[in-house]
């Protein structure tokens, strides 16, 4: 390739907080890193107006300083404590710069005096006598131990000159040419990495990431004068030089390898799948995100570092390839991008496309498959128009391909231009339920949503992940409530932020954005992002106004890397009147969990004090935390509509309010669009009870379902006691929407199943007479057939798969019979809602269980096959793990979904657990630690368990894993899990005896009208 490669064109692409104008600068060079010379020869380009990359936060030495530091080193010393004004900030890695100027004699003369202080303290050290120096002289023996290296040590024994995770930033790569060969029939790789770079710092070494690639060669022929050294811990390649490359240059590294094709879903990795016929096809595809792409390329495999990229891809006439732009030979990438935005795929698979806005539109699937890609080609159509207007940028590039993988392990990923998915997550027959669409089409919207949050405007690192997830989560749904109104997204979306509090109110959280200093921890990130932002949208005046900031943000920031305060900067600039959203937003995102707020109330006055709300006891350093809470309340006077909402600014402790002495009760957040938890007391509590029993639509359903919510997590808390919480149920006799009851139904099959396990079978039967008694009305109001509407769906589902749980007899009965009727005759079809309930009633009979077995293995229909599968692993025939682990008939990518079912039964909670004892490192072979596939396991395991013996056990088994898994933040998660687990027990066992056993001994209640 040509030395001069970089004109102006070239810096049109570097990073805007990369340039500055260089009328002043000496002229840049173009340095070819591979060739053999030890000058470093150098080719001009002609003056012009190119732009000059500069610093990107670390700190120039000035000539006395660099010179010292060489002479020092050649005596092996590192100065690690550098004055103040020359120590990198936090944010900035530590880099050692040097120069090989000549020194001047004034530095000469300094350096020597220097070297001459270092010798004789030397010397002095070492004929003092063994001594550990206190105040008290010298009473004690020095034990012999060996000085520790500043550096670590590479895979060939010498000084790795880098110690931390993140990389030096001495060069920036520009753009990457990538030529990659794959063998599909021995599965490995070979490959050759062009990585163009500007120095921004004097360095004669560059540290970028790698991982299990053997590197053969560097450049184009012999390099002697180059070394390349390897640091497995940190996953980094360090390329040394004999001389400087020097601030201003552009370079061209070329690295040639080989590797295998992963085992695991990361990297680039093979797949596989059997069609119809029984043949097997193999095919290679990439998981990058998030620190992944350095195991298919050298790279420099962090966010910020954002790049073109021009990838070639080999392969034999019966395969096609996809990568992020068209073509075999794709074009270099009109954009700029972080390298875990990057994809490719090797396979043969079948398109359909569509033009919209002169974006070609396609979607990929194995060629069987091809006639389920349609909704998911019409949900991508309709959702990137919407984000065109929405966002007033369009989509930047010329595709977007949606490609249906086999064998793939996350749900979505939103490389640029190719984004992969699970078949189940894209994959719809023409007769699927608008439940199935409703999947498709939520994921279809998150991912599309990342093409301009995450991939336009990128996290600068991954502690500011929320700013890629919790935008693409809340555009999400946003997006399914305009474009596609008939999925109902909001029961899903306020389902969605229950579940992310319960997991939030641990002491084992963490804040939204926080310290990631360890690849679990990127791993392991989630957060809360898509709340507070609905929150903020919610308080801030007029409809448009969150709208104007987050445009705002993405023009302004378009193409760059962000942190959190650029985007409450972007909403404050657009404020009107004017907010610091800022200052009211940045406790959200620094601050872990949420508040609780409690309310009381004295004639016309309402008092509101705010505490951090945690389910597990904590010190006061947990709850001094202090938010600026957006409060909004309702009372009896206006309840429901929007116009009745009221707001209150918290900002301190405590805060008051004036109502009308007339008002009965209030609500506070107001259809649960705030992030916190409120605690009424006992005359609001009451109030509210009384309220509902009267008039159960006196509010939303949304203020309904929060009520349940809040009044079970205050319990788990030991707030309330459980005599108010089955006290507020009363009212669900009457209740018929969706969120109130499957919250409900949640709630108590979670204390169901946990007396089950610890075998409190007469409490068992009481919770079950209860259960049937609240809600048997509406279990048995529900129908078998094929039903429209989706929250009608959603009921239905949870309703009788409680029921059928239950074992209440008319339900298992319709289910046995419509899965008789569905073996005889299969172009019948079961409703998608119903598949689950009626395959899990079915697998009770080891005859039915290898039946559906068999039609397992013949399905073609994601959905249904998925819901095949739930019903196999509901039984007590554990020996599906192991099919699982194996990954013939059952893809290993399905292991985390059986290991929760199975532990989800009283007969195999404790086969799951001793399972994933045994088979540990089989399953971090296959699943990164840290994974969300390993949070899942762990947390399916260990969720049942109640007991100190069964928390003696897990503890012991995590603690011996060491760096194999007892780092992880989810273990901590589990571990609280269960002392909330035991605490809720102790506390609540002889008060659920007694009030059940009373409740169990009443009449039953008037049955409630029809379900509508």
């Given at each position: 390739?040509?030395?001069?490669?970089?004109?102006?064109?070239w810096?049109?692409?570097?990073?805007?907080?990369?340039?500055?104008?260089?009328?002043?600068?000496?002229?840049?060079d173009?340095?070819?890193?591979?060739?053999?010379?030890?000058?470093?020869?150098?080719?001009?380009?002609?003056?012009?107006?190119?732009?000059?990359?500069?610093?990107?936060?670390?700190?120039?030495?000035?000539?006395?300083?660099?010179?010292?530091e060489?002479?020092?080193?050649?005596?092996?010393?590192?100065?690690?404590?550098?004055?103040?004004?020359?120590?990198?900030?936090?944010?900035?890695?530590?880099?050692?710069?040097?120069?090989?100027?000549?020194?001047?004699?004034?530095?000469?003369?300094?350096?020597?005096?220097?070297?001459?202080?270092?010798?004789?303290?030397?010397?002095?050290?070492?004929?003092?006598?063994?001594?550990?120096f206190?105040?008290?002289?010298?009473?004690?023996?020095?034990k012999?131990?060996?000085?520790?290296?500043?550096?670590?040590l590479?895979?060939?024994?010498?000084?790795?000159?880098?110690?931390?995770?993140?990389?030096?930033?001495?060069?920036?790569?520009?753009?990457?040419?990538?030529?990659?060969?794959?063998?599909?029939?021995?599965?490995?790789?070979?490959?050759?990495?062009?990585?163009?770079?500007?120095?921004?710092?004097?360095?004669?070494?560059?540290?970028?990431?790698?991982?299990?690639?053997n590197?053969?060669?560097?450049?184009?022929?012999?390099?002697?004068?180059?070394?390349?050294?390897?640091?497995?811990?940190?996953?980094?390649?360090?390329?040394?030089?004999?001389?400087?490359?020097?601030?201003?240059?552009y370079?061209?590294?070329?690295?040639?390898?080989?590797?295998?094709?992963?085992?695991?879903y990361?990297?680039?990795y093979?797949?596989?799948?059997?069609?119809?016929?029984?043949t097997?096809?193999?095919?290679?595809?990439?998981?990058f995100?998030?620190?992944?792409?350095?195991?298919?390329?050298?790279?420099?495999?962090?966010?910020?570092?954002?790049?073109?990229?021009?990838?070639?891809?080999n392969?034999?006439?019966?395969?096609?390839?996809?990568?992020?732009?068209?073509?075999?030979?794709?074009?270099?990438?009109?954009?700029?991008?972080?390298?875990?935005?990057?994809?490719?795929?090797?396979?043969?698979?079948?398109?359909?496309?569509?033009?919209?806005?002169?974006?070609?539109?396609?979607?990929?699937?194995?060629?069987?498959?091809?006639?389920?890609?349609?909704?998911?080609?019409?949900?991508?159509?309709?959702?990137?128009?919407?984000?065109?207007?929405?966002?007033?940028?369009?989509?930047?590039?010329?595709k977007?391909?949606?490609?249906?993988?086999?064998?793939?392990?996350?749900?979505?990923?939103?490389?640029?231009?190719?984004?992969?998915?699970?078949?189940?997550?894209?994959?719809?027959?023409?007769?699927?339920?608008?439940?199935?669409?409703?999947?498709?089409?939520?994921?279809?919207?998150?991912?599309?949503?990342?093409?301009?949050?995450?991939?336009?405007v990128?996290?600068?690192?991954?502690?500011?992940?929320?700013?890629?997830?919790?935008?693409?989560?809340?555009?999400q749904?946003?997006?399914?409530?305009?474009?596609?109104?008939?999925?109902?997204?909001?029961?899903?979306?306020?389902?969605?932020?229950?579940?992310?509090?319960?997991?939030?109110?641990?002491i084992?959280?963490?804040?939204?954005?926080?310290?990631?200093?360890?690849?679990?921890?990127?791993?392991?990130?989630?957060?809360?992002?898509?709340?507070?932002?609905?929150?903020?949208?919610?308080?801030?005046?007029g409809?448009?106004?969150?709208?104007?900031?987050?445009?705002?943000?993405?023009?302004?920031?378009?193409?760059?890397?962000?942190?959190?305060?650029?985007?409450?900067?972007?909403?404050?600039?657009?404020?009107?009147?004017?907010?610091?959203?800022?200052?009211?937003?940045?406790?959200?995102?620094?601050?872990?969990?949420?508040?609780?707020?409690?309310?009381?109330?004295?004639?016309?006055?309402?008092?509101?004090?705010?505490?951090?709300?945690?389910?597990?006891?904590?010190?006061a350093?947990?709850?001094?935390?202090?938010?600026?809470?957006?409060?909004?309340?309702?009372?009896?006077?206006c309840?429901?509509?929007?116009?009745?909402?009221?707001?209150?600014?918290?900002?301190?402790?405590?805060?008051?309010?004036?109502?009308?002495?007339?008002?009965?009760?209030?609500?506070?957040?107001?259809?649960?669009?705030?992030?916190?938890?409120?605690?009424?007391?006992?005359?609001?509590?009451?109030?509210?009870?009384?309220?509902?029993?009267?008039?159960?639509?006196?509010?939303?359903?949304?203020?309904?379902?929060?009520?349940?919510?809040?009044?079970?997590?205050?319990?788990?808390?030991?707030?309330?006691?459980?005599?108010?919480?089955?006290?507020?149920?009363?009212?669900?006799?009457?209740?018929?929407?969706?969120?109130?009851?499957?919250?409900?139904?949640?709630?108590?099959?979670?204390?169901?199943?946990?007396?089950?396990?610890?075998?409190?079978?007469?409490?068992?039967?009481?919770?079950?007479?209860?259960?049937?008694?609240?809600?048997?009305?509406?279990?048995?109001?529900?129908?078998?057939?094929?039903?429209?509407?989706?929250?009608?769906?959603?009921?239905?589902?949870?309703?009788?798969?409680?029921?059928?749980?239950?074992?209440?007899?008319?339900?298992?009965?319709?289910?046995?019979?419509?899965?008789?009727?569905?073996?005889?005759?299969?172009?019948?079809?079961?409703?998608?809602?119903?598949?689950?309930?009626?395959?899990?009633v079915?697998?009770?009979?080891?005859t039915?269980?290898?039946?559906?077995?068999?039609?397992?293995?013949?399905s073609?229909?994601?959905?249904?096959?998925?819901?095949?599968?739930?019903?196999?692993?509901?039984?007590?025939?554990?020996?599906?793990?192991?099919?699982?682990?194996?990954?013939?008939?059952?893809?290993?990518?399905?292991?985390?979904?059986?290991?929760?079912?199975?532990?989800?039964?009283?007969?195999?909670?404790?086969?799951?657990?001793?399972?994933?004892?045994?088979?540990?490192?089989?399953?971090?072979?296959?699943?990164?630690?840290?994974?969300?596939?390993?949070?899942?396991?762990i947390?399916?395991?260990?969720s049942?368990?109640?007991?100190?013996?069964?928390?003696?056990?897990?503890?012991?088994?995590?603690?011996?894993?060491?760096?194999?898994?007892?780092?992880?933040?989810?273990?901590?998660?589990a571990?609280?899990?269960i002392?909330?687990?035991?605490?809720?027990?102790?506390?609540?066992?002889?008060?659920?005896?007694?009030?059940?056993?009373?409740?169990?001994?009443?009449?039953?209640?008037?049955?409630?009208?029809?379900?509508?």
């Amino acid at each position: 390739m040509p030395k001069t490669l970089f004109s102006s064109q070239w810096s049109a692409n570097l990073p805007r907080n990369m340039i500055e104008n260089s009328m002043f600068e000496e002229e840049p060079d173009v340095v070819d890193l591979a060739k053999d010379t030890t000058a470093f020869p150098i080719t001009y380009e002609p003056r012009s107006s190119r732009l000059l990359v500069r610093g990107l936060g670390e700190n120039d030495m000035d000539e006395d300083e660099e010179d010292c530091e060489s002479s020092a080193r050649l005596l092996g010393m590192s100065f690690m404590n550098r004055s103040s004004s020359h120590r990198p900030s936090a944010e900035q890695n530590y880099n050692v710069v040097q120069s090989c100027s000549r020194p001047t004699a004034r530095t000469m003369v300094a350096c020597v005096l220097f070297l001459v202080i270092v010798a004789s303290m030397t010397m002095v050290l070492y004929f003092l006598p063994g001594c550990t120096f206190t105040k008290d002289g010298c009473p004690k023996r020095n034990k012999t131990t060996p000085l520790e290296l500043v550096y670590p040590l590479a895979t060939n024994g010498e000084l790795f000159p880098w110690t931390q995770l993140r990389l030096p930033q001495s060069v920036h790569p520009l753009s990457y040419e990538l030529t990659l060969t794959p063998d599909l029939d021995n599965m490995t790789f070979a490959g050759i990495a062009v990585i163009n770079m500007s120095v921004l710092h004097n360095t004669n070494r560059i540290v970028l990431h790698g991982l299990n690639l053997n590197i053969s060669n560097i450049g184009d022929g012999p390099a002697s004068n180059v070394t390349v050294l390897q640091y497995k811990a940190n996953q980094q390649i360090a390329v040394k030089f004999t001389e400087y490359l020097k601030v201003g240059q552009y370079c061209v590294l070329t690295l040639t390898y080989s590797a295998n094709l992963s085992s695991t879903y990361d990297g680039f990795y093979s797949s596989s799948y059997t069609d119809k016929s029984g043949t097997k096809h193999i095919l290679a595809a990439t998981q990058f995100e998030p620190l992944s792409a350095r195991k298919a390329f050298p790279c420099f495999d962090e966010p910020a570092f954002k790049a073109t990229f021009l990838i070639k891809i080999n392969r034999k006439q019966n395969y096609t390839t996809l990568s992020n732009m068209p073509q075999d030979e794709f074009e270099r990438t009109s954009v700029n991008m972080s390298t875990y935005l990057v994809a490719f795929v090797v396979a043969n698979f079948s398109p359909i496309s569509k033009n919209v806005s002169g974006t070609l539109v396609s979607v990929y699937s194995v060629p069987e498959k091809k006639e389920h890609t349609e909704y998911a080609l019409e949900a991508a159509s309709k959702l990137l128009e919407f984000y065109n207007t929405f966002f007033d940028i369009d989509y930047p590039l010329k595709k977007l391909d949606l490609v249906a993988i086999p064998d793939f392990l996350a749900g979505a990923m939103e490389n640029w231009g190719l984004i992969t998915f699970r078949e189940t997550t894209l994959l719809v027959g023409k007769d699927s339920s608008p439940l199935e669409k409703q999947v498709v089409a939520s994921v279809v919207a998150h991912e599309l949503a990342h093409q301009w949050f995450g991939n336009l405007v990128t996290m600068r690192w991954w502690n500011d992940l929320w700013l890629n997830e919790g935008f693409a989560t809340y555009m999400q749904y946003l997006s399914l409530q305009e474009v596609f109104p008939e999925l109902q997204a909001e029961n899903l979306f306020l389902s969605v932020r229950f579940r992310v509090m319960d997991k939030d109110a641990l002491i084992s959280s963490h804040p939204v954005s926080t310290a990631v200093v360890t690849p679990e921890q990127v791993e392991e990130m989630f957060d809360s992002g898509a709340s507070i932002l609905l929150m903020l949208n919610a308080y801030l005046p007029g409809e448009q106004q969150f709208r104007k900031g987050i445009i705002q943000y993405l023009k302004q920031f378009s193409g760059s890397n962000t942190e959190t305060n650029n985007l409450w900067d972007s909403l404050t600039q657009v404020s009107t009147p004017h907010q610091n959203v800022s200052e009211m937003m940045s406790s959200w995102t620094s601050l872990k969990g949420f508040p609780l707020v409690s309310v009381s109330r004295k004639g016309d006055e309402v008092t509101l004090t705010q505490e951090h709300f945690l389910l597990t006891p904590a010190n006061a350093s947990h709850t001094s935390s202090l938010w600026e809470i957006p409060v909004t309340y309702v009372n009896d006077s206006c309840s429901v509509g929007p116009e009745c909402r009221q707001n209150f600014l918290l900002k301190a402790k405590s805060g008051t309010f004036k109502v009308p002495e007339s008002v009965k009760w209030l609500k506070l957040n107001y259809q649960n669009t705030g992030y916190y938890i409120v605690d009424y007391g006992d005359d609001g509590w009451t109030a509210l009870i009384n309220a509902l029993s009267t008039n159960v639509s006196i509010l939303t359903f949304e203020d309904r379902a929060s009520l349940i919510h809040n009044m079970f997590a205050l319990s788990r808390q030991g707030r309330v006691s459980f005599r108010r919480v089955l006290s507020l149920l009363n009212y669900t006799y009457k209740e018929t929407e969706t969120a109130p009851v499957t919250e409900a139904l949640l709630q108590l099959n979670n204390i169901y199943r946990l007396l089950e396990k610890r075998q409190e079978f007469d409490l068992m039967s009481c919770m079950k007479t209860y259960i049937l008694d609240h809600f048997g009305a509406l279990m048995d109001n529900q129908t078998w057939g094929e039903e429209e509407n989706l929250s009608k769906q959603e009921l239905r589902s949870a309703l009788l798969s409680m029921a059928c749980s239950l074992e209440k007899e008319n339900c298992t009965q319709s289910a046995n019979d419509m899965f008789k009727q569905y073996v005889s005759n299969q172009t019948r079809r079961i409703p998608g809602d119903l598949q689950q309930v009626v395959f899990s009633v079915a697998a009770q009979s080891r005859t039915d269980w290898l039946i559906l077995y068999d039609m397992y293995k013949q399905s073609t229909v994601d959905a249904e096959k998925r819901n095949m599968l739930l019903g196999l692993a509901s039984t007590q025939d554990t020996q599906i793990l192991n099919e699982g682990l194996k990954g013939d008939v059952i893809q290993t990518q399905e292991l985390p979904l059986i290991i929760n079912t199975v532990s989800r039964g009283f007969a195999g909670y404790l086969f799951a657990w001793d399972f994933v004892q045994v088979n540990w490192d089989r399953l971090i072979e296959k699943f990164l630690v840290g994974s969300f596939a390993i949070q899942s396991i762990i947390k399916s395991v260990t969720s049942p368990f109640s007991t100190q013996a069964h928390l003696d056990q897990v503890k012991a088994f995590f603690s011996s894993l060491q760096e194999r898994g007892s780092q992880m933040r989810s273990v901590q998660e589990a571990l609280e899990t269960i002392r909330l687990n035991q605490l809720w027990m102790e506390r609540n066992l002889s008060t659920l005896r007694e009030l059940l056993t009373k409740i169990q001994s009443q009449p039953q209640k008037e049955e409630p009208g029809v379900s509508h």
